[in-house]
């Protein structure tokens, strides 16, 4: 499978930007799917995880009650809704699979599908 994020973009601080992720190739339905992203001269992080069919969902602590992962199987796609955004949410996002029939989890050796990322700038 193929994933391609887009979506990203500068943004003041406290604005929002909603990310998507496409699939092609095949479809992630049966897919756990989460977001990592990764911060000039940082390790990549997790941000959230959602299951395949979106009823289990968990976030980085850092993220939690500003960010919503949310999946549409039908459309093969997975959205990072983003708000209340801090310069610090500056990095390169990206999303990732893992399955079929997998748990999200919030470590990235474990994903098996990776797509490019999208940048987001939040200025100050």
């Known amino acids: 499978v193929q994933l391609q994020a887009c979506g990203g973009g500068v943004v003041q601080a406290g604005g929002s930007l909603r990310l998507s992720c496409a699939a092609s190739?095949?479809?992630?339905?049966?897919?756990?799917m989460g977001w990592f992203r990764q911060a000039p001269g940082k390790e990549r992080e997790f941000v959230a995880g959602?299951?395949?069919?979106?009823?289990?969902?968990g976030y980085a602590h850092s993220v939690k009650d500003r960010f919503t992962i949310s999946r549409d199987n039908a459309k093969n796609t997975v959205t990072l809704q983003m708000n209340s955004l801090k310069p610090e949410d500056t990095a390169a996002y990206h999303c990732?699979?893992?399955?079929?029939?997998?748990?999200?989890?919030?470590?990235?050796?474990?994903?098996?599908?990776w797509g490019a990322g999208t940048q987001v700038t939040v200025s100050s």
């Open positions: 990732a699979g893992r399955g079929p029939l997998l748990q999200w989890s919030d470590d990235d050796k474990v994903y098996n599908a």
């Open positions: 190739g095949r479809t992630i339905s049966t897919y756990a």
């Open positions: 959602i299951n395949w069919n979106g009823r289990s969902t």
